[in-house]
């Protein structure tokens, strides 16, 4: 716990009492939701105390990350001066991560899914374990807190196999989501300038800058947790090789996904909610619950992103390419490998996730808007495809090279687990990685892009 305190508090020491108080409330809203069930006379029920606690959490997270959004769009729509009444403060790196993870707790506890800990530091090191505490994975107290209340010793395997999924994160973020941040951050900065076919393979770029960048961090939360003998949970599953909407949500940032899943979209009723007996048609009702049910788990998605509405716009898009599906019930319908003859299918899901990730590049709405409208004319097809520098070609070979390795490796948590038989072909694919991120890394401090959220 204190390792993860001067982690974080090493940025800003200040944001050290939010994370503590965050942690303290859950930790003992945990604590009194169980008296509240044992004793008839509380004050508070402990449905009570856990939406107290949920409310008081989601305070703190409204008020540092959106309060200057909803002004500045009130200002907007209204006509009135915001500037008086901004905050301006700085968003506490990983804020959204750890708050829906302390969260987890409290209504787990309250599920009776586990028991609430006394041990106060256990629990604190859980809310701020700092391999994955500014970006993720959202671990559940049901995995990750029995973990550190049990005594653990080292496991050399499980270490070395941390260290090779590091390397494999290593190399996702520095070779190539930093390598595509320049090409991408150069082109939407001035999208009017080029043609459609430059725009769009910015937007593919961009495509692979997220997910490397992401699911590199990942990797390195899960690899570093390794080395002390505690397994986070697995966070992408090669979401890029998804045959539908549906399976690529179920492989992308599943941590988030599945946490608004399960405490969200499934207590709204989700695709099967409760029919009131009285019901004249059924169906339509069910249909309507579905739709709802859709738009906001998407629309909540989006908007936990970021204080911007091309999150929401980009959420709302994602949930009319879901809804389809889940109202013909093939949300599930792709729950085994892809192969080669699924590759149409990939193809297209692919294409429809690019489109969604420009909405989401996007500084505004507007810009959305010209940026598609720049892109999909003539010069689409025309080009030119390339800004003339050769310097782009080793981050082409490198997502390549990606792809090809994602695709073999596909059935296992990174691709470094791909058993090989001989030892000095092992060594010789570590060093090529290791010199590949000294050679092709890019000049500049690039941080990670879900830091921000």
Not at 167 to 176: E, Q, R
Not at 189 to 213: E, K, M, N, P, R
Request: proline content about 4%; some cysteine.
């Amino acid at each position: 716990m204190i390792v993860s305190y001067i982690f974080y508090g090493w940025w800003d020491w200040r944001f050290l009492i939010l994370i503590a108080f965050t942690s303290f409330c859950s930790w003992a809203s945990g604590i009194l939701i169980e008296r509240a069930r044992q004793t008839s006379n509380s004050i508070f029920s402990s449905k009570s105390i856990m939406i107290i606690n949920i409310v008081l959490n989601l305070i703190i997270l409204g008020i540092f990350k959106y309060f200057d959004f909803f002004v500045t769009s009130f200002s907007n729509l209204f006509g009135f001066e915001s500037s008086k009444l901004l905050l301006n403060v700085i968003l506490p790196v990983g804020i959204s991560f750890y708050t829906f993870q302390a969260l987890s707790y409290s209504i787990d506890v309250y599920r009776d899914k586990i028991t609430p800990t006394k041990d106060a530091i256990a629990f604190f090191a859980y809310v701020s374990f700092f391999p994955q505490l500014v970006a993720g994975p959202i671990e559940r107290a049901t995995n990750l807190l029995p973990q550190f209340l049990k005594k653990r010793s080292f496991d050399s395997t499980l270490a070395v196999d941390g260290m090779r999924q590091i390397l494999w994160g290593l190399f996702k973020k520095i070779v190539i989501a930093d390598n595509c941040s320049i090409y991408v951050d150069q082109v939407f900065a001035s999208y009017s300038q080029y043609s459609g076919s430059t725009l769009f393979l910015a937007a593919l770029l961009f495509t692979f800058q997220i997910y490397c960048d992401f699911s590199g961090y990942s990797d390195i939360a899960i690899g570093t947790s390794k080395l002390f003998g505690i397994r986070l949970m697995r966070n992408f599953n090669v979401p890029y090789f998804s045959r539908d909407i549906a399976e690529f949500w179920r492989r992308w940032h599943i941590s988030l996904t599945s946490w608004f899943r399960d405490y969200i979209y499934i207590p709204l009723g989700g695709s099967r909610p409760n029919i009131p007996d009285n019901t004249k048609h059924p169906e339509s009702y069910k249909k309507r619950i579905i739709v709802r049910n859709t738009f906001i788990i998407f629309l909540i998605s989006g908007f936990w992103h970021g204080a911007n509405w091309t999150y929401v716009l980009w959420g709302a898009y994602h949930a009319l390419l879901f809804l389809p599906l889940i109202l013909l019930g093939k949300n599930r319908k792709y729950l085994d490998t892809a192969s080669l003859k699924d590759f149409p299918k990939i193809a297209l899901t692919f294409v429809l996730v690019v489109f969604g990730w420009i909405i989401f590049r996007a500084s505004s709405i507007t810009e959305a808007y010209g940026y598609f409208s720049q892109m999909l004319d003539k010069s689409l097809f025309t080009g030119p495809w390339l800004m003339t520098r050769s310097y782009y070609i080793p981050t082409f070979i490198s997502i390549a090279f990606l792809i090809v390795v994602e695709w073999f490796s596909r059935t296992k948590e990174h691709p470094l687990q791909i058993p090989i038989k001989y030892r000095w072909l092992r060594w010789l694919i570590y060093y090529a990685l290791i010199i590949a991120m000294f050679i092709l890394q890019p000049s500049g401090d690039i941080q990670f892009i879900y830091f921000q959220f």
